[in-house]
């Protein structure tokens, strides 16, 4: 994972490889992206397959459905990008020099702005899911009964994204000494973190119903 343009072009097995090793990066917060990217990929596969006469009915709101899980796995590349980016950042504004009250002041600034910026990725990762994960859920009657299974896989996943995502986001909030912005973080990321959860639990009842 060195910054290149496709990060998803990597195989599986590098990137397993990567996340695996001493490297900080790829991180937590990369692999809350990556699940978020499964997650839809599922969702995209349960509307392309919810299809043929007998969903005539819901075909243009499947074909909107692909086209939004489509957008959202580009997008978790470009999150997954964006969290090594802020991570390098980060370690970057650690290593500015300190010897005068300048170079002090410069760099605190610089730790306040990366730490900021490390918190807000992941943040913006939690509400990409969400606003997917309620696309999902306003079409978990429709869907393909043989395919409702998949349906639950992706909102696990993209859950597992949020929950991940907002633990990444929890861990830069120390870092943030304006308390004002910590406090707008804490409670945007509380709120996202049990939406998700509370969406994801009513799907799955809703699929284990229809299974039933």
């Known amino acids: 994972m060195n910054g290149q343009n496709h990060v998803f072009d990597q195989p599986i097995r590098e ?26 990929s599922m969702g995209s596969m349960v509307a392309n397959i919810t299809s043929g006469p007998k969903f005539e009915q819901v075909r243009e709101q499947m074909a ?5 899980m ?17 991570f390098n950042g980060y370690m970057a504004a650690l290593g ?24 807000s990725v992941p943040l913006h990762l939690m509400k990409r899911c969400l606003e997917v994960m309620s696309a999902l859920a306003s079409v978990t009657e429709q869907a393909n009964k043989n395919v409702i299974s998949d349906l639950g896989i992706a909102l696990l996943m993209l859950d597992a994204a ?5 633990i990444t986001v929890e861990i830069n909030l120390g870092s943030i000494k304006d308390a004002g912005v ?31």
């Open 182 to 212: 910590r406090a707008t973080f804490q409670d945007t990321g509380a709120e996202l973190s049990s939406r998700s959860a509370g969406i994801k639990d009513q799907v799955l009842g809703q699929i284990r119903e229809r299974l039933a």
């Open 15 to 40: 990137f397993l490889h990567s996340a695996a090793s001493s490297a900080p990066t790829p991180g937590g917060g990369s692999v809350a992206a990556l699940a978020a990217a499964l997650g839809a």
């Open 64 to 68: 909107e459905i692909v086209k939004l």
């Open 162 to 166: 949020v929950q991940s995502a907002w």
């Open 96 to 119: 500015l020099p300190k010897a005068s009250e300048e170079e002090k002041r410069q760099r605190s600034i610089a730790l306040q702005q990366a730490a900021v910026q490390a918190a």
């Open 70 to 86: 489509q957008d959202a796995m580009t997008e978790a590349e470009t999150f997954l990008k964006k969290d090594i980016e802020s």
